[in-house]
């Protein structure tokens, strides 16, 4: 059904802003990038209202510097720099300045997180092969399907709620943390500011921003009570619980599972399975679709493939190009009537690469994490889990 090709010349896919694992092997917690995500998604129209509200300002006021000086001076006040950023958090964001300086007095710098968030320098061949083998293997099987059968009322229930396949939700936790076995234990604030302050990129000076960013959300949630930004824990990009939400992910997306009106993403499965439900829907997820389209495609496949991160195609164009549905008893039909892409599976060092046709769904998945494996990887550990379990498939047939 999905068409593999020898690579004559492999594309280059983005290299996109994402947090990586608190413990190998490597978990990617790309969810920073929910607070520069598209604002225009596939969604419904109430849910695509609630996404562009939830979007805050960005923090201009800070800069990031080489090296590991301290966020203070000598007489124990905030650096010049990380004094006005303060002032335009409280300003911004509705928290009192003192407040707001309090928490950055306590941040230290990070080596570690420094070390870990360095690029090598040294290019890593892609491969899907590999990387499918680290997430879709046995272990992370057999965990899932305990998993699963342990909070089946609690998977149930989020998967009804958000339209999301239950399969789906319990993959995602799993390749994140493996079932909240890693979230990691690093300081969250000291993380944030770290890479916001001390830890500039050349090439992407945005991404300092991005890491200020989440830095306002934490002192925020901080603020209003939800969560304890001195003592939070996550991984060294700054990734919480068992979903590995960014603070901003989990100011604006998270979700309350279990009616007890706050959010813990670290010891409540309810709310982290809620969360990552709302999380997908909000970005585009489209109950009942597949995550890709059973479609053979011609072998000129490759001249569809754009790189991007939103669905571009309609099924009338591939199919005036020779592409055909490979029928599918499981499957229904309602995918032709959405946009779709054509992603590539790079695997470099066999010069191959393998393409196939993505729905709205697959692109709500590269929202969580901006990555064609990442996503990919997410379905087809789905699958193993919901042919184990009986239901709940990520194909788009009903659940239980």
Same mark, same amino acid.
């Given at each position: 059904?999905?068409?593999? $090709?020898?690579?004559?010349?492999?594309?280059?896919?983005?290299?996109?802003?994402?947090?990586?694992?608190?413990?190998?092997?490597?978990?990617?917690?790309?969810?920073?990038?929910? *607070?520069?995500?598209?604002?225009?998604?596939?969604?419904?129209?109430?849910?695509?209202?609630?996404?562009?509200?939830?979007?805050?300002?960005?923090?201009?006021?800070?800069?990031?510097?080489?090296?590991?000086?301290?966020?203070?001076?000598?007489?124990?006040?905030?650096?010049?720099?990380?004094?006005?950023? $303060?002032?335009?958090?409280?300003?911004?964001?509705?928290?009192?300045?003192?407040?707001?300086?309090?928490?950055?007095?306590?941040?230290?710098?990070?080596?570690?997180?420094?070390?870990?968030?360095?690029?090598?320098?040294?290019?890593?061949?892609?491969?899907?092969?590999?990387?499918?083998?680290?997430?879709?293997? =046995?272990?992370?099987?057999?965990?899932?399907?305990?998993?699963?059968?342990?909070?089946?009322?609690?998977?149930?229930?989020?998967?009804?709620?958000?339209?999301?396949?239950?399969?789906?939700?319990?993959?995602?936790?799993?390749?994140? *943390?493996?079932?909240?076995?890693?979230?990691?234990?690093?300081?969250?604030?000291?993380?944030?500011?770290?890479?916001?302050?001390?830890?500039?990129?050349?090439?992407?000076?945005?991404?300092?921003?991005?890491?200020?960013?989440?830095?306002?959300?934490?002192?925020?949630?901080?603020?209003?009570?939800?969560?304890?930004?001195?003592?939070?824990? &996550?991984?060294?990009? %700054?990734?919480?619980?068992?979903?590995?939400?960014?603070?901003?992910?989990?100011?604006?997306?998270?979700?309350?599972?279990?009616? @007890?009106?706050?959010?813990?993403?670290?010891?409540?499965?309810?709310?982290?399975?809620?969360?990552?439900?709302?999380?997908?829907?909000?970005?585009?997820?489209?109950? %009942?679709?597949?995550?890709? $389209?059973?479609?053979?495609?011609?072998?000129?496949?490759?001249?569809?493939? @754009? &790189?991007?991160?939103?669905?571009?195609?309609?099924?009338?164009?591939?199919?005036?190009?020779?592409?055909?549905?490979?029928?599918?008893?499981?499957?229904?039909?309602?995918?032709?009537?959405? =946009?779709?892409?054509?992603?590539?599976?790079?695997?470099?060092?066999? %010069?191959?690469?393998?393409?196939?046709?993505?729905?709205?769904?697959?692109? $709500?998945?590269?929202?969580?994490?901006?990555?064609?494996?990442?996503?990919?990887?997410?379905?087809?550990?789905?699958?193993?889990?919901? @042919?184990?379990?009986?239901?709940?498939?990520?194909? &788009?047939?009903?659940?239980?």
């Amino acid at each position: 059904m999905f068409k593999a $090709a020898r690579l004559l010349q492999a594309a280059p896919i983005f290299a996109f802003f994402t947090g990586c694992a608190s413990v190998p092997p490597a978990i990617n917690t790309a969810q920073a990038d929910a *607070t520069t995500s598209r604002q225009e998604t596939l969604a419904t129209a109430p849910y695509a209202v609630q996404l562009r509200a939830s979007l805050a300002p960005s923090i201009k006021a800070g800069q990031s510097v080489p090296g590991s000086g301290p966020f203070i001076t000598p007489e124990g006040q905030l650096q010049p720099d990380i004094q006005a950023y $303060a002032r335009e958090v409280a300003a911004t964001r509705n928290v009192p300045q003192e407040h707001v300086e309090k928490l950055l007095l306590l941040a230290r710098v990070d080596p570690q997180v420094v070390r870990l968030m360095t690029p090598s320098g040294k290019r890593i061949k892609r491969s899907w092969v590999t990387y499918r083998q680290r997430y879709v293997e =046995p272990v992370r099987i057999k965990q899932g399907v305990t998993f699963w059968q342990s909070h089946k009322a609690e998977v149930d229930r989020a998967a009804a709620q958000y339209g999301v396949p239950p399969s789906i939700l319990v993959s995602i936790i799993g390749v994140e *943390t493996l079932y909240g076995r890693y979230t990691g234990n690093f300081s969250v604030l000291d993380a944030l500011a770290t890479l916001g302050f001390r830890h500039p990129d050349v090439n992407r000076p945005e991404r300092s921003q991005l890491f200020r960013d989440q830095l306002a959300d934490l002192i925020e949630l901080d603020y209003r009570g939800e969560l304890n930004a001195t003592t939070a824990t &996550g991984s060294f990009a %700054g990734a919480i619980g068992l979903p590995q939400f960014m603070p901003g992910s989990l100011r604006r997306f998270a979700a309350d599972g279990d009616n @007890d009106r706050r959010i813990d993403l670290h010891d409540s499965i309810p709310d982290a399975l809620a969360s990552v439900g709302k999380f997908l829907r909000l970005h585009g997820w489209e109950p %009942g679709l597949p995550v890709f $389209a059973p479609v053979q495609l011609p072998q000129n496949a490759a001249q569809w493939v @754009d &790189g991007g991160l939103k669905p571009t195609l309609r099924w009338q164009q591939l199919e005036q190009a020779g592409a055909y549905v490979a029928r599918s008893p499981r499957t229904t039909m309602a995918w032709t009537q959405y =946009p779709v892409g054509v992603i590539d599976l790079l695997d470099e060092p066999r %010069g191959m690469a393998e393409y196939r046709v993505a729905t709205p769904n697959f692109f $709500a998945l590269t929202e969580y994490n901006r990555s064609y494996f990442y996503a990919t990887s997410v379905a087809e550990l789905a699958q193993e889990l919901a @042919d184990r379990m009986g239901y709940g498939a990520p194909d &788009g047939t009903p659940a239980q």
